[in-house]
Structures are given as C-alpha cells and as structure tokens.
C-alpha cells in the first residue's frame, strides 16, 4: 500500500448535501479563498498557485445566498495551517451545516465568518500545510474537511526510498530519540515505555466515543520482544491488532483527536488514533471529534511510546529515532 502525498483529515459537519466536492493544489498551495456568508457558510471557492504564473481555480461549492468574502493568502511566505469552525441543523430537525470558520495561517487568524455556534471542531496541521479542502455542500457548505502536506516525513511516502538509503544520503547524522507529546487530556497516570529497537506489534481497545487502552509489544536490541503494561482501562469492545514486520515496515508517526468523552463533558481522553508506517495507514482507530493532533515532519523511526492512562487512554506521545 502506498502512502498518499497529502492526508486526507475529515470531513467535519453534516452528511448531508447532494454534492461531494474536493480542491487540492496539483503545485504550490493556495493563494486566495472565498467564503459566502451569513448565519452560516453558504458557499466557499479556492485559488491556488504555484509562483510560476499558473493557477488553479475551484468552482463554488455551496449555494448562491451570504455575503462575499476574501481572503488573500500572500504565498509561499504566508500559508494555511489550521481551520476552525463549529457545524450545526439550520432548522430543528434539518441538514447539518458549517455554521463558522476561522482560516488560521503561520502569519494570522482570519474570521470567524458566519455565526459561532453549534458543535466546535479544530485542526492544527502541526509540521505541515493545508493544500486543499473537501466536503459535502448543496445550498450550503455541509461540511469540510482538508488535504494536508508533508506532515508524514518522505521516506514514508515512497517506499522504495529505505532507511538505508536515507543513512547513506545523512552520513553526517547522529540517530538520537527524542520525546513528542504527549497530546491529549490531562488526567490520569502519567506512564513511558522508553526506547527500543522496534515495535513489533500494537494493541487498541477501542469503544463508547474514546480509545480505552493502548498495549505495545517492542523489540530489543537482541531481537527479544518485550510486552508494555496496558495502558488505560478494561473498556473499549473493539480490539484492533496491528502487527508490523520489523525488517520491511516501521512506525513513522501518528495522528488522532481528543476530547470529552461520552457522559461526561469535563473529562478529555483520546477519541481516535491512526498509525503512519513506511509503507501505509492503519485506522484511524475511533471517532475523529474533537481536537486533532499530530506528530511533526521528521525523516525517523518512532521507537518508543508514552502518555497518561486511567480509565480511558488520556493522552499519547512517541519516542523517535531520527535520521
């Protein structure tokens, strides 16, 4: 399985809406969105470009009512990086909509457009760029969702680009593991497996709006494996099993949300996990609601795991090797 260029995240909103619709920036990135507005998002174009005097232009993707809005992306030295918005029924009982968006770049935040209310959602695409967005739309935006660059290092997405490969073009290097996260809650126990030479296989609980436990089964450097505690709780009644060949395929980083878990609106833990490898995707594992996260762009080996646990899976981080 080879990994796609650009993530697909998303959507976020409604399941409404006749239209499915997509814009992803073939160079460059984009340059220039339009958003119509009012009490909601009724329609939304793009324009890309890729410095050498060509463009790409999205049609509209919504309905015809709202008020016109543009925002001028000065790119590359501006680009996107975060959306947030909140979704919610026009009427009782109708279509879900994107009720608001806020565009967020590396330089400043622009909006909210539309009306700030409804259910929130949130995406930092920490290491990378927002290339494109998708969704659904009919008289309105129904939901969207975004294409993502650079956020899985290189190596992952070719693999017939090794490891050894990518020592040999680094000969300068110094392989040293670091911690990343840990993204999530902040409550319970805070927990760390350390570093090891692999991960050999990885166990999720998963159930009831929230990853439950998370069991991992590492690699030495002798070749033994060497089971982790589970970390969370007994819930979650669907258990995910990924097991990794140690001498093809390595963990390169992950991505998931967090946030309140069903009952009980105070208290955060993991909604969603996905797992990037060399060679492809596995999940995501969950319901991707709430606030997303991901580890950074960085040409490693992720080699350890760590993060707090209790009842639920509270929170993740990774060790990484890099290259």
Same mark, same amino acid.
């Given at each position: 399985?080879?990994?796609?260029?650009?993530?697909?995240?998303?959507?976020?909103?409604?399941?409404?809406?006749?239209?499915?619709?997509?814009?992803?920036?073939?160079?460059?990135?984009?340059?220039?969105?339009?958003?119509?507005?009012?009490?909601?998002?009724?329609?939304?174009?793009?324009?890309?470009?890729?410095?050498?005097?060509?463009?790409?232009?999205?049609?509209?993707? %919504? /309905? $015809? *009512? @709202? &008020?016109?809005?543009?925002?001028?992306?000065?790119?590359?030295?501006?680009? +996107?990086?975060?959306?947030? #918005?909140?979704?919610?029924?026009?009427?009782?009982?109708?279509?879900?909509?994107?009720?608001?968006?806020?565009?967020?770049?590396?330089?400043?935040?622009?909006?909210?457009?539309?009306?700030?209310?409804?259910?929130?959602?949130?995406?930092?695409?920490?290491?990378?760029?927002?290339?494109?967005?998708?969704?659904?739309?009919?008289?309105?935006?129904?939901?969207?969702?975004?294409?993502?660059?650079?956020?899985?290092?290189?190596?992952?997405?070719?693999?017939?680009?090794?490891?050894?490969?990518?020592?040999?073009?680094?000969?300068?290097?110094?392989?040293?593991?670091?911690?990343?996260?840990?993204? %999530? /809650? $902040? *409550? @319970? &126990?805070?927990?760390?497996?350390?570093?090891?030479?692999?991960?050999?296989? +990885?166990?999720?609980?998963? #159930?009831?709006?929230?990853?439950?436990?998370?069991?991992?089964?590492?690699?030495?450097?002798?070749?033994?494996?060497?089971?982790?505690?589970?970390?969370?709780?007994?819930?979650?009644?669907?258990?995910?099993?990924?097991?990794?060949?140690?001498?093809?395929?390595?963990?390169?980083?992950?991505?998931?949300?967090?946030?309140?878990?069903?009952?009980?609106?105070?208290?955060?833990?993991?909604?969603?996990?996905?797992?990037?490898?060399?060679?492809?995707?596995?999940?995501?594992?969950?319901?991707?609601?709430?606030?997303?996260?991901?580890?950074?762009?960085?040409?490693?080996?992720?080699?350890?795991?760590? /993060?707090?646990? @209790?009842?639920?899976?509270?929170?993740?981080?990774?060790?990484?090797?890099?290259?």
């Amino acid at each position: 399985m080879r990994m796609e260029e650009n993530l697909k995240v998303g959507p976020w909103g409604g399941e409404d809406g006749k239209n499915s619709w997509s814009f992803k920036a073939n160079k460059g990135g984009i340059s220039e969105i339009v958003i119509m507005q009012g009490w909601a998002i009724d329609a939304i174009s793009f324009k890309s470009d890729d410095r050498s005097g060509t463009f790409q232009y999205s049609d509209k993707f %919504g /309905g $015809n *009512g @709202g &008020k016109t809005e543009k925002i001028m992306i000065d790119w590359p030295r501006e680009y +996107l990086t975060s959306i947030i #918005g909140t979704y919610q029924s026009v009427w009782p009982f109708g279509p879900v909509v994107i009720k608001s968006l806020h565009i967020i770049t590396n330089v400043t935040k622009y909006g909210p457009y539309g009306y700030e209310f409804g259910t929130p959602f949130s995406f930092l695409a920490e290491g990378g760029e927002i290339v494109g967005f998708h969704g659904r739309s009919e008289c309105f935006v129904n939901s969207i969702g975004v294409y993502v660059k650079s956020l899985i290092p290189f190596c992952a997405s070719n693999p017939d680009y090794t490891m050894q490969q990518e020592l040999d073009d680094n000969t300068m290097n110094v392989v040293v593991p670091r911690g990343v996260g840990p993204w %999530g /809650g $902040n *409550g @319970g &126990k805070q927990w760390d497996d350390g570093v090891f030479s692999s991960i050999h296989e +990885l166990h999720l609980h998963v #159930g009831d709006s929230a990853v439950h436990a998370i069991q991992l089964f590492y690699e030495s450097s002798e070749g033994k494996i060497v089971r982790s505690q589970k970390h969370g709780g007994t819930g979650g009644d669907q258990i995910h099993k990924i097991k990794l060949d140690a001498s093809t395929e390595f963990l390169v980083g992950i991505m998931g949300f967090y946030g309140p878990v069903k009952g009980n609106d105070d208290y955060e833990a993991l909604r969603s996990i996905t797992l990037y490898t060399n060679n492809g995707r596995y999940g995501p594992f969950g319901e991707e609601i709430g606030t997303s996260f991901t580890s950074s762009a960085s040409r490693g080996k992720v080699v350890g795991f760590h /993060g707090r646990s @209790g009842i639920y899976l509270d929170a993740i981080g990774i060790h990484m090797e890099y290259f």
